[in-house]
């Protein structure tokens, strides 16, 4: 059994060791992406048909409070349709949306690539989610996977790609 300084000692270093592993991100950090528009396809998962259907998008980040960011996308085929998400960074920093953020790369280019997980359900079936997020100077890439837990099957629901 463990003595109470003792404990204390190791509860201090668990949460200093963790810390010093969680990733982060911060609007600061990918400001760049706010501004100009960016052009681009959206390929979503069509769950009816079981097939991925792409289509022709612009794109427009705005910034939205301190911490998120607005993601505003237009449809050149269709002018009237608009559509729009925020990306949320949460708990002090470390996810996006209800996703923990498990991996952060700075290429040389200043690009930056994220990989966030969590977990879910899908018409009751338990899934994993797994988001890479691509952002660069010229590039900005969202792609969602899902991983079924129980059949094993793993599908591309979203893949987002964008330049400028």
Partial sequence: MLNQPRFL???????????A???????????????REWKGTMT??????EKAVEV????FVQPEGRRDLKLVYRYPADSDNISQTLMKIKKNSTRIGKNTIVSKKKLKDGTLILRTEGEGKIQKQKVR???VYKFGPNVFA???????????????????????
Avoid: C, H
């Fill in 44 to 49: 979503n998962w069509d769950f009816k048909l």
């Fill in 9 to 19: 000692i190791l509860s201090v270093l668990m949460f200093l060791v963790l810390s």
């Fill in 21 to 35: 592993f969680s990733q982060t991100i911060s609007v600061e950090e990918i400001e760049f992406l706010i501004g």
């Fill in 142 to 164: 969202i792609k969602r996977e899902i991983y079924y837990t129980e059949t094993e099957i793993t599908i591309t629901a979203n893949d987002y790609y964008f330049t400028r």
């Fill in 129 to 131: 989610y797994s988001y």
């Fill in 56 to 59: 022709p998008a612009i794109l």
